[in-house]
């Protein structure tokens, strides 16, 4: 071997200690920010929403009595409504899409032939980046008058289930309608997330499970599922946070009302708090916007807690 | 050792003696197996043509309706001066050039200020952090932060530059940071994971070799995360596109072209499609002749969602190129 | 019982490429069989279409035949489940399910099979496969803790036990100590000389002195370059492979050894 | 700016004001905000295109963002007028003093627009036919107290329709609305036994359906055989209307209709502030083809700006709007009814009080 | 030239977890001092305190002292980054960098320092490095593929060849054949005898046959038991301690052995 050291190298004493420093301070700083803009957020609606708490508690009544033509004076008796029926709307459509996008999920990561899983994948992606505003268009132009049949025949036929009680309102601009949409629209995502995580079943388990002399469908329960849980319930939680929050879509398409009504297939018995802001937000005084902050702010809370909760849940059964 | 290398006869002695027969599947069981997994074969497969009905509905028709007025004259011009369901003097009947610009500049500002905040957040979880309380607590709020609900985040940036700046601020600014509150728990999480998958093996690589931390980090490790990052971006980037709630509260609707993000309101592609539809039809006076179409603002609608639709789709296309082209060569 | 495996003309591809050229080979039964030699000269593969495991892969398909006592695996009117459910697998990784119990995992084929065992059956069932496996003195007091909880020694007799425990007739090895460390290998070892009584076993290993040690026959797998198919060089009983084998490029690999 | 679409339409309608030659001594340039009613956004259209047809280098943006949000916007200073589809309450003159340089805004009636009361029943509406109502029964229905199509209280109106056996659909706004306060007050005058509710922007009862925005409204009557709703003229397309009584006869939709009762309307002289012009609507008015549901809308202004330059952009963007050029032009893009002569001059008188200097 | 590592009463943790206990050791420079032991003895582990890459897992510290010609590596005024300069590593897996080029990963040691060198000191460099890495022949044509386009023995010469080309006194090799088939690992083995005429090379091998053929000198670690520390049992050369070692354990596993 050549002994001779032909390269002159020098080197520069400790040099990117400072850079190193500086560097770590950056990332620690960025993670730090997090929890402030997520305290940030907090703060900023709460003092926006102060008013509600601290101000004239009868200009507050008016304010609420004004939006609700005087079905409600307090905040509570006006949020608790929205509250239920945000729920109740995406509720519903975690329930539609989360069977149809595991189904969807494992034919692209397990079912279908490769070249079309890939193909499925990218539709799939693309239309989780369809902008809700799409979907609030196609509910409210297409889906509304082309559903009602199907309502009226669920209302004919499945009316004695409270849930279902009849007449379908006609046009069906009801909750059943818009959990319908928005189950389409959290539909991609909840598949997108999923398959990705079944696609990352190891081999190792696949295989075992094969070896032991499994059907398809048995090596998925086996292997797939279990692997799959946790993600799949994650990418659910993400899907319902899109739901609770979803607003275009149903401002388009809802005929709201401010009732703790389970009747999905009735016009104007719920309201959605994201879609309710938007509707009353325009003109809204400056009292009336710290009502709806308020209302926001619930919203947050409640979409912290639905996440909290789940995350700590899938936590646990990870660990 | 001694104890594992124990005579394996004696383990075997007390074993109790199994009739296998018992466990043979018996022919109906085999035979109702099979019919299951046809079954869930067929249902999984069910699923998904079902599923496709309402999401190919949904292309289908902002494509249908949207290629009608989707032409050049609509990608460059504004909506000054159009009045009613008249043409232009261009020959069009509006266009959303003024859209396309807000919506390119408030995404790019998001993205401005929440991919390198996200990047570095995710440097700190899965480089500096190593798990400890702080991380976990953060990793957790990154969690419940992509549930946020965009109109809130609107409301948030509508609250802060109002007491900020002052009441009545509009800017297509303030919407940059109601959408980079969206976006960033979607870097974070996605850039997280990239950086996970980044082999150990590589960082010890480079420490061996006497390189520093920052040094083995932005050259090493987020130079071979980075077509995983790229791909993440552009996710977090069609995620936010197409808000439109925030928006209408934060950087509000003008019908001209506005190129300042920090000055006056600002027009953005999914506000127009709603702004569009709000209108629902144009005025024709009854001596208007047939070149002015009433129906011209759901039609602008449809194209505009259809010009959405496209941008993210070229940002897809964009993501994977850059993806491949700083790919990390793995074959063999 | 072991069952005996005829080799006959098999080529193995993944899509158009011919990994593994005309295989001919007679597996005998209650006999353990070792496959070595280069890395990818396609053991692996052989071994997995003994039990219909090849064909998993996407595009993967063979020619030829393999013929478990006589009867073609690969004719159409044969369910690939049920083969694999006669030919046992232990892959060189262990894994265990990783939400089961070491109970669970143990019976997991089973159940498959028939999901109405009484738990005494159960009971006895587990205790055989892993007195079999020669693990159940260390856990036969926390068979409901998590397989996945066990040392890497363990976890790979865990899988043995899962194997053996649909009381397959052949069990196929795929490099089944690589992943462990001594101590362990040499468990998995002296089980490997203890199961051939029930069983006919295959093991694929990079291991000279392992196939030396366990193996009765030896098959010696070469490949002319990289990217032309694998085939078999030389078959032999081990003591010949290893001491005078009749093959050059057996020779050479065998003497020239330094792994 | 890039994009713009030059010169103001100057084909097919009847807007044509293009006159380049015009003479007007300086013509106003700068940037200028105004925000507020949705309703007048097709009318502020071609206003701005008017305007800038002679004042080339202003760029006026409208943004629609509702009449309350524009008057909020307005008491920032953040714009230079407001539109609303309703009157300044007393507190936003008071809070007006902040903004305006000197004294407190003031409101002038711009746009007028008759509502339609839009219906969709087969075999009715899209034979072209009108159903004929009086003030009761229309607010019995959106009581929710008539409720079916063949109601006898609807077919003593229509003896010459075949009315059909079917349940009505009542389709109202389900946000705050200057529509529906307008439209109600129609009810609260003309058949105050039947409508029992207090004025407000939002809709009082749940009966029937809610629909966010006149697009909703439209789009969800249109989806429907047997709906009913209410909705400006300008966005009826091809819906049915409904003929309202007035007096003893029934009077289909017209802007002049709408023009004539605001003719026979009051200007309300008890309002708080200067300058205001601010219409008691007289839903009583009779006439030949009066037609009493309207709207009447209103641009608010200072009667001195801090900046002069804002002030005569005020004056200036006002009186065209207010002229019988710019009323012409809303006519022809909004389907709005032009203003009365003595509300435009009551407009120009108040318009005068901007003081430029 | 290679430096002398003298190792004083080191004891290492992880966290609070004391892996290795009081290992006292004298390196010799320019020789091959191998560490054998079984799995989890802690080889790994004291090999990777003499160049402090130790302490970049969370929590990890070490107490006593590691001499590099009498500098202790472990005083508070010295900067491990370089340390890390001075004494090269090649890890159990080759780990090219996946975004360079062949030529590139042998000057990343260079680069990433931000060093700046002229076009003809890199081409110079690149060459002496693959030459010294026994690579140059191999590669030489294709220096601006990727690196991880080569063979597995390839990338682990590469990867040698990286750490050869900063310049280091110390080379430190943890099993790094363990991932090559036999061809490569001769390849390898070649190169560290001819390495050794310049620098002082430790290499952790879990295959006794390899230590017998390269090393000087044989460190034997063991561990009493799984969760208790590891020590250093006996330290002798290689000739002794295969053909005649003065402790128990150290000649039980030598002779037991079954790698
Ligand atoms: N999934 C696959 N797709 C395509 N080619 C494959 C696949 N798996 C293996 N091959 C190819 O088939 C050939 C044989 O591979 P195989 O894994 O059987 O070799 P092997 O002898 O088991 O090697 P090793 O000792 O490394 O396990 C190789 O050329 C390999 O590249
Ligand atoms: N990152 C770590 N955190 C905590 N403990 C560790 C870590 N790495 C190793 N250990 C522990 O330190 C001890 C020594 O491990 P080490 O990897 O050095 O052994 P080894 O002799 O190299 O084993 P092998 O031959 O398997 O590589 C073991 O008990 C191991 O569990
Ligand atoms: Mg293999
Ligand atoms: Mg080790
Ligand atoms: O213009 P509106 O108040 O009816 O929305």
Known sequence: MSSQDKTAVTMPAASGKTADKVFRWIAYACGILILVVLAAVFLFLLFRAWPLIGGDQAANSKTISDFTGGKATNFWAYVGPLLFGTVLVSALSLLISFFASIGIALFISHYAPKKLATALSYVVDLLAAIPSVIYGLWGGLILVPAIYPFWNWVATYLGWIPLFNGPAANPSRTVATVAVVLAVMILPIITSLSRDIFLQTPRLQEEAALALGATKWEMIKLAVIPFGKSGVVSASMLGLGRALGETMAVLMILSPGLTYSFKLLQASQNQTIAANIAAQYPEANDLGVSVLIGTGLVLFLITFVVNYVARRITEKKVA | ?332 | MGQRIDVNHLNIYYGNFLAVEDVNINIEPNKVTAFIGPSGCGKSTVLRTLDRMHEIIPGAHVKGEVLLEGKNLYDKDVDPVSVRRDVGMVFQRPNPFPTMSIRENVLAGVRLNNRKISKSDADDLVEWALRGANLWNEVKDRLDNPGIGLSGGQQQRLCIARAVAVHPQVLLMDEPCSALDPISTLAVEDLIQELKGDYTIVIVTHNMQQAARIADYTAFFNLKAVGQPGHLEYFADTTTMFNNPQNEEAERYVSGRFG | ACGDNTASTDNGSSNNNSSDTTAKSEPISGNFNGAGASSQKSAVDAWVAGFQATNPDAKIAYDPSGSGSGVKTFLTGATAWAGSDKALADEDVDDSKSVCASGTAFDIPVYISPIAVIFNLKGVSDAGKHIKMDAATIAKIFDGKITKWNDPAIADQNKDLELPDLAITVVHRSDKSGTTQNFVSYFKDQAADAWSYDLSENWPNSVGQGAKGTSGVVSTVKQADGTIGYADFSAVGDLGTVAVKVGDTYNEISAEGATKVVDASEIDSSVKGDNRVVVKINHAATGEGVYPILLVSYMIACPEYKDTKTAEFAKSWLTYVTSSEGQKAAAAAAGSAPLPDAIAQKDAASIEAIKTK
Not at chain 2, 201 to 219: F, H, P
């Open chain 2, 1 to 332: 050792m001694a104890d594992l290398t124990q005579d394996p006869k004696a383990s075997l002695a007390g074993a109790p003696v199994i009739d296998f027969d018992k466990f043979k599947p018996s022919r109906s069981f085999v035979a109702s197996r099979k019919r299951k997994d046809m079954a869930m074969r067929v249902l999984i497969s069910l699923a998904f043509v079902v599923a496709c009905i309402p999401l190919v509905s949904v292309l289908w028709t902002t494509i249908a309706n949207g290629v009608k007025r989707l032409n050049l004259n609509f990608l460059s011009y504004n909506m000054t001066g159009v009045v009613g369901g008249n043409p232009t003097p261009s020959g069009g009947y509006g266009g959303v050039f003024h859209a396309i610009i807000g919506t390119l500049e408030i995404t790019g500002g998001a993205m401005i200020i929440s991919i390198p905040i996200g990047l570095m957040c995710a440097v700190y979880l899965v480089e500096y952090a190593h798990g400890g309380k702080l991380a976990q607590t953060i990793t957790l709020l990154v969690d419940v932060m992509s549930g946020i609900p965009s109109i809130v985040a609107g409301l948030f940036a509508f609250s802060m530059f109002t007491i900020l700046i002052g009441p009545g601020s509009v800017n297509g600014f303030a919407g940059s940071v109601a959408l980079s509150l969206l976006m960033l728990p979607t870097v974070v999480k996605s850039s997280e994971e990239m950086l996970k998958i980044v082999p150990g093996d590589l960082r010890e690589a480079s420490y061996a070799l006497g390189v520093t931390k920052q040094r083995t980090i932005t050259k090493i490790v987020l130079r071979t995360a980075l077509p995983g990052i790229v791909s993440g971006c552009i996710l977090a980037i069609a995620r936010v596109i197409g808000e439109t709630a925030p928006l209408i509260m934060t950087a509000g609707f003008i019908v001209s072209t506005n190129f300042n993000l920090f000055d006056g309101k600002m027009a953005t592609l999914p506000v127009y499609v709603y702004q569009e539809y709000s209108t629902l039809y144009a005025n024709c006076a009854p001596s208007a002749g047939p070149e002015c179409v009433a129906t011209i603002p759901m039609e602008r609608s449809w194209a505009a969602a259809l010009v959405l639709i496209l941008i993210v789709l070229i940002l897809n296309g964009i993501g994977r190129l850059v993806a491949k082209v700083f790919a990390v060569k793995s074959e063999r």
